[in-house]
């Protein structure tokens, strides 16, 4: 495994965008495709620019560390079929944990807690740590979203309508 740490929030083409890795005591790069979501706040924050809000990542880390635990490192390897999985190492009272995520959360949550990602050294020669997605098609393409149901959430078990 190679560790690397996150630089930099690249345009990959005109609709992606990729996290660029960079191997902590060396120059081998390697990129991370990212939503464009993830995307505007790693750039924010590589940049320091104070937001309005933490974030998901910042959320979920500092509720780690209010029960005592910590994010060690993030992992990016190759799964059973060659693709890139990844998974948080945290730090917690019962133990190291392991947990399973995308690449793109375990970018995001390495920059958001200033650690490495370790990188499968396979996943450097290829230049992306994430399967190529398919361009998004035309808005008039798109499928119309399904009915999200009342407005208003069930009350209790057993509970009727008002009155």
Do not use: N, Y
Not at 4 to 12: F, G, L, Q, T
Not at 59 to 72: M, V
Not at 77 to 105: H, N, Q, S
Not at 109 to 133: E, I, K, Q, R, Y
Request: proline residues 11%; aromatic residues 2%; glycine residues 12%.
């Amino acid at each position: 495994m190679v560790e690397m740490r996150v630089e930099a929030v690249a345009h990959v083409s005109r609709r992606r965008q990729a996290a660029l890795l960079r191997e902590r005591d060396g120059q081998r790069t390697a990129q991370v495709v990212v939503g464009p979501g993830t995307a505007s706040w790693l750039a924010a924050h590589l940049a320091h620019v104070p937001l309005a809000r933490p974030g998901t990542h910042l959320i979920a880390l500092g509720a780690l560390a209010r029960l005592g635990g910590r994010l060690r490192q993030t992992v990016v390897d190759r799964g059973p079929a060659g693709a890139p999985c990844a998974f948080l190492e945290l730090d917690t009272a019962a133990g190291l944990v392991e947990v399973g995520c995308g690449p793109e959360d375990a970018v995001a949550f390495a920059a958001a807690a200033g650690v490495g990602v370790l990188l499968h050294p396979d996943l450097l020669a290829l230049g992306t740590a994430a399967p190529s997605a398919p361009e998004p098609r035309a808005p008039a393409d798109r499928a119309k979203p399904a009915d999200p149901g009342p407005a208003t959430a069930p009350g209790p078990a057993g509970a009727g309508p008002p009155g």
